[in-house]
């Protein structure tokens, strides 16, 4: 039963050797029968009671009573140590007086000594001779050695005393200080199951304070990985986050990039996303939406060394997309990123100039999602590499009025005439700062301001066959909308390359340059996004020349 829940009492050697010696009594040199009264003085005298109580037991037992209650006073008025103690208290208990062999062995305390093990020992004893002989006593000696116990931080001794005497709480409490948890959960099972579910909350409590986080998420998951993410352990919370399922999962993947984000490191919460993919959970649309905007304000939208990050979030927004077709705006957002994409692979690549130029052109389309001013400035700085200075003057010269207005924290006195027969919207978010730095700032308005007084350079955009500005998709004449080159951005009127299994088309003449530039210069690059597109529009894996 639980009341004889306790450990065995068993005088250890160390114990043993405590118990004085006789000393030699000068009284008792022949016989101890011929003077007991001396001998019983000398052993008091010299502080030796365990032989005086020896000797009165065996030869003055009328005199055993006064002889206790003076070594009870001799207690009372001096600090005497661990062995003072023990010796009445074992004459005691021989005689069977186990009340006071009780108390005896409890008047053991830090006063006499500083071993704990001997404490422990002594208190134990006492308790055993309680629960055996005393069981009217037992549970005020219990509550007594347990409180003892746990004062000289005994709790698992602690726990095991209230046990024997059935204080089931508290002896859980010990055993939860004594980092006992098993000893703390059956005891709960056995004996006490409306505290069952305390054990466990303070077991995590107590490895959340301690930061064990691996043995957290093997009691409760969620408070695991939440430890790992507070700690900044993102890999391992990932890691076991992907063994919970796809819920749990997005949720810290969520909070990681956020993290992240927040720490200015958007292409960390990209390489996140690329590495555990994406949730359609609308609270998430913001991160998409904030690590998209940092993106575009720090990294180059025409420098081949950007094209992993752009193929990267091209590929993140692509799955996203896969989940929520019919979400304009990340759509849209997709399109941006495929654009940066194609336009960064023609770098370096003479061939593909053009193609690229188109691209930045293309882009433009979506300026009420990416960043305006810089947006219009590398349409304008390319358009100018390649003499599209009539486009480049307009780009460029819209650059300079969006720069005018973020200074001014208005769009109010943006003019809109130069776009007013395009898809180029007009309802932009202006940054809160620049995203050109001011010496490029600087050496483009010069260049506006001389070409404006160059005759041969004019203030408009330049129109295709049907009249209209040749970037857009909308014919504003008949508002008929044009099929977009799944390469380039621009609207396709003839000669298009079509692609089985979606309505996607190419501009032929585009389509084939890019492929042979693939061809003859090995691109890595040029290949991933030939390699995107037979992903998404069912492109062939190795295209070659169209003369349809």
């Known amino acids: 039963s639980a009341g004889m829940a306790r450990r065995s009492f068993v ?19 022949r016989s101890p029968t011929s003077s007991p009264e001396l001998a019983v003085k000398f052993y008091k005298d010299s502080g030796h009671w365990e032989d005086a109580l020896r000797l009165t037991q065996e030869y003055l037992p009328h005199k055993l009573q006064q002889i206790q209650d003076e070594y009870e006073n001799y207690l009372a008025t001096t600090s005497g140590g661990g062995d003072d103690i023990m010796a009445p208290a074992k004459t005691w208990e021989a005689n069977g007086d186990y009340s006071r062999a009780i108390e005896a062995y409890l008047k053991m305390t830090v006063m ?76 709960a099972r056995e004996h006490a199951p409306q505290f069952e579910q305390r054990v466990e909350n303070e077991y995590v409590e107590s490895l959340k304070k301690r930061g064990k986080a691996e043995e957290l998420a093997n009691v409760d998951v969620i408070a695991g990985l939440d430890l790992l993410a507070n700690r900044g352990q993102w890999s391992k919370c990932l890691q076991t986050a992907e063994n919970e399922g796809r819920e749990v999962l997005n949720k810290y993947v969520a909070l990681h ?52 990050t752009w193929a990267a979030l091209r590929d993140v927004l692509a799955s996203l997309v896969e989940k929520m077709p019919q979400n304009k705006e990340f759509n ?75 200074e001014d924290g208005s769009t109010d006195m943006l003019d809109h005439s130069d776009f007013s027969d395009t898809d180029i919207p007009y309802d932009i978010v202006l940054p809160e700062d620049f995203s050109i730095p001011e010496e490029d700032r600087e050496e483009a308005k010069e260049w506006v301001l001389a070409v404006s007084m160059d005759q041969r350079v ?48 190419a501009n032929k003449d585009d389509w084939n340059v890019y492929v042979m530039a693939r061809k003859v210069s090995h691109s890595v690059e040029c290949q991933d996004v030939l390699a995107y597109l037979q992903h998404s529009t069912g492109a062939p894996a190795n295209p070659s020349y169209s003369f349809a």
């Open 11 to 29: 005088t250890s050697p160390s114990t043993s050797n405590r118990i004085c010696k006789p000393l030699p009594a000068p009284a008792l040199s």
């Open 112 to 187: 006499q000594t500083t071993d704990y093990a001997l404490l422990e020992e002594v208190w134990y004893k006492a308790l055993e001779l309680a629960l055996k002989f005393v069981p009217m006593k037992a549970g005020s000696v219990g509550n007594t050695v347990a409180e003892r116990l746990a004062e000289i931080s005994r709790y698992e001794s602690a726990g095991e005393a209230y046990l024997s005497i059935e204080r089931y709480k508290e002896c859980i409490d010990m055993f939860i200080a004594g980092d006992k948890w098993d000893r703390a959960r059956v005891v």
């Open 257 to 308: 990039a956020a993290q992240l984000l927040q720490d200015a490191q958007p292409i960390q919460a990209l390489g996140v996303f690329t590495q555990y993919g994406t949730s359609e959970n609308p609270a998430n649309y913001n991160l998409y939406r904030r690590m998209c905007n940092d993106l575009f304000l720090t990294e180059s939208f025409s420098s081949l060394t950007a094209y992993k």
């Open 332 to 406: 849209s957002l997709l399109q941006c990123a495929h654009l940066l994409a194609v336009r960064t692979s023609a770098a370096g690549h003479k061939q593909l100039f053009e193609i690229g130029v188109k691209a930045a052109v293309a882009l433009l389309r979506y300026t009420n999602y990416i960043v305006p001013d810089k947006a219009f400035y590398e349409a304008g700085i390319a358009c100018r590499g390649v003499n599209w200075n009539n486009m480049a003057f307009v780009f460029l010269n819209r650059f300079l009025d969006i720069c005018d207005a973020i």
């Open 458 to 505: 004019q203030q408009v955009l330049n129109t295709d066959e049907r009249g209209c500005y040749e970037g857009s998709l909308l014919n504003v004449h008949n508002n008929v909308t044009s099929p977009m080159c799944i390469l380039t951005g621009y609207p396709v009127l003839r000669g298009e390359v079509v692609f089985k299994n979606t309505s996607s088309v």
